[in-house]
């Protein structure tokens, strides 16, 4: 992984992140918009710039365990041992807010969702500031998050056309994410670990590293009235285009042709069908062998176009997801049929966020 930022360019977005100012950073997973996480005033600025919700609480970014101190009232010997197996890394832990952090960042609970990542921009920014940063993904509220510096930027300009002075974001660029999903988020008390986001980091990757404790997925967490977690409550992840979410191993191909094409607007449109291949590349031969054949029985043209976007595998689809749906929305995709990978590692992160995409 390439990163493009210089020294010179994370010195002057440390000083704009002290004095109050928002900064654009990479991390491994997914571009953020960050903020002192000490200055309630610049981390009202993130909840501004990008429309969230004042209720959807965010993730404080720090350097190193030894930080968390700064930002957490306590570490429990189960988180600290998370953190020691996986970071730096794409795992975010929840633990008892410091009674000094504003409660902007918490979104008002008594917890707060730390994490320590990997890429070296953050690292970098995080040492020159020395403080720690709130950040959400660097997009306008309930659009996919961003995996490159353009998408960041075009998703907060249309956030917000019109900035003063004093709303100035500084951009840093490292290159396309690595991972490509947000991280994976986990409350931890003694003897429990509770996944609240699924992530790249799976489940059974925490069983291993922490065997004496009981690791449970928390599938309803989304219902909660006041989510501890980041990406719970609100709808997230959605491009313009629909997006279908099909189970290969569930629904035949011929059941998904029935449900779009009974969608009269759905058999004129632009349609992306994206997954891992071969089989997303055998549903996009369907759907444009369909689309033939109608224009053929109706005489009216021309042929609605089909694009196809296929991944090698589980990680390569992560890590493209996001630029994809946004790729589709550029150009002209009007239903976007997401082909569910596994349902396993990875693939349960994935699934998630096409199931939210789809506004499940």
């Known amino acids: ?19 109050g100012r928002l900064v654009v950073f990479p991390t491994e997973t997914v571009y953020g918009l960050g903020a002192d996480a000490r200055n309630g005033d610049a981390v009202a600025r993130i909840f501004a710039a990008k429309g969230r919700p004042s209720d959807n609480p965010l993730i404080v970014h ?19 041992r998370l953190f020691e197996r996986f970071s730096p890394g794409p795992l975010t832990l929840v633990l008892p807010a410091h009674r000094a952090l504003p409660r902007t960042v918490t ?37 996919p998050s961003p995996t490159t510096l353009a998408m960041a930027r075009a998703s907060l300009w249309r956030a917000s056309e019109r900035r003063t002075a004093d709303d100035e974001i500084t951009f840093l660029d490292g290159g396309p994410c690595e991972v490509g999903l947000e991280s994976t988020v986990a409350s931890v008390s003694e003897g429990r670990i509770v996944i609240l986001r699924p992530g790249f980091i799976a489940a059974d990757e925490l069983r291993l590293a922490v065997p004496d404790a009981e690791v449970l997925e928390a599938i309803d967490a989304a219902a909660a009235d006041r989510p501890s977690s980041p990406g719970l409550k609100h709808g997230h992840y959605r491009p313009r285009a629909a997006v279908i979410a099909h189970d290969n191993e569930g629904e035949s191909l011929e059941s998904l042709l029935s449900r ?79 082909v569910l990978p596994p349902d396993r590692g990875v693939g349960r992160a994935l699934r998630d966020r096409i199931a939210r995409a789809a506004g499940a």
């Open 1 to 19: 992984m390439k990163a493009t930022a210089t020294a010179e360019q994370i010195r002057d977005a440390a000083r704009a992140i002290r004095a």
């Open 62 to 80: 720090v350097r190193s365990i030894d930080e968390i101190d700064g930002v957490a009232e306590h570490l429990p010997s189960a988180a600290r």
């Open 107 to 143: 979104a008002g609970l008594d917890t707060v969702a730390v994490r320590i990542p990997r890429h070296r921009v953050a690292q970098a920014l995080l040492a020159a500031c020395r403080c720690p940063i709130a950040a959400p993904s660097a997009n306008r509220s309930g659009e």
């Open 260 to 338: 779009v094409f009974e969608r009269e607007r759905a058999a004129k449109v632009t349609v992306g069908v994206i997954g891992i291949g071969p089989v997303a590349g055998s549903i996009a031969d369907a759907f444009a062998q369909r689309f033939t054949d109608s224009v053929v029985d109706s005489g009216v043209g021309p042929v609605p176009r089909v694009i196809l976007r296929e991944a090698a595998d589980e990680r390569d689809y992560a890590r493209e997801l996001y630029r994809w749906l946004v790729e589709l929305d550029v150009e002209g995709a009007g239903l976007i049929v997401a």
